[in-house]
């Protein structure tokens, strides 16, 4: 979830899940190694559990970042085998890596002997003219051995050649099924289903084969469904009960952020889904997306956005 899942979304999806484990946007090991890594690493102690992304190929840079994520106090590092992204291909990793499992299993054993916290991997069934049926199990049967504590499996091919990152995430078709037998024929293999999952109900009924599921867009772009994960899946009470509440929850962070300099942009894209399916949800992405841009803009225009929605639901409610 590149440019998705910043430290601002997590801290928006920790008050409506707890128990869930959040995921950081890919990070490249150039850009920790090389660039601002206090940013690229920082993250707020409520967003826990919490997993780093990682995208490379070189085992040793790989082993160095993972001992970042570790002194950082992430609680789990995943390098990246699916993303399909041009950029991902011309560095060499993501999904292009679906070609090179030994490589892959020499990432990851060298991140595994730098670490004691978990260490994962995130793959595709295959990718371009690889057979789902021979790659995926090939991929899998060659990492496991060196160690990884899971294989998120996004359970989509990747076409590298001919499609755009947007078509990879829904043209090539689902195949849950794969995913299944291949957990049926490796009961020992910890594996963790991704792709199209648009539902807790949709997740729930997967979790009856698979060891877990991994939610993207759908979590994105429809959060509030996330504030019932952690009764319907972990059987804990959830830590809110109506999107005004999750709304009020997340407003003292955004205003500890902007007093430290952060754009009121840059934490309320990630609410604009809140709401979707109430009445005057559009009028409140509409004033958000108009306003919270503006220089100096602050707390005001997200109060009054609110002010918008319920002024909409007493009308629709007349």
Known sequence: ???????????????????????????????????????????????????????????????????????????????????????VQNGRFGACLMAEPELVADCLAAMRNAVRIPVTVKCRIGIDDQDPEQSLRRFIDTVVPAGPEAVIVHARKAWLKGLSPKENRDIPPLDYGLVRRVKEERPN?????????????????????????????????RPWQLARADSMLFGTADPVSSPDEAL???????????????????????????????PGARLFRRHLAENAHKPGAGIEVVRHARDVLASAAMHEAA
């Open 1 to 87: 979830m590149m440019d998705w899942t910043d430290r601002h979304c997590r801290s928006f999806h920790r008050v409506l899940t707890r128990r869930t484990r959040l995921y950081t946007e890919m990070v490249t090991t150039g850009a920790l190694i090389h660039g601002p890594r206090d940013r690229l690493l920082a993250f707020a102690p409520e967003e826990h559990p919490l997993a780093l992304q990682l995208g490379g190929s070189d085992p040793a840079d790989l082993a160095t970042c993972a001992r970042m994520a570790e002194d950082r106090g992430y609680d789990e590092v995943n390098l990246n085998c699916g993303c399909p992204s041009d950029r």
């Open 189 to 221: 293999v910890t594996i963790v289903l991704n792709g199209g999952i648009a539902s807790l109900e949709a997740a729930q009924e997967h979790l009856g084969w698979a060891d877990g599921v991994m939610m993207g867009r759908a979590a994105y772009e």
């Open 248 to 278: 009020s929850a997340y407003l003292p962070y955004i205003e500890r952020e902007l007093a430290a300099g952060s754009h009121l942009a840059g934490m309320t894209r990630h609410i604009l889904g809140l709401f979707a399916g109430r």
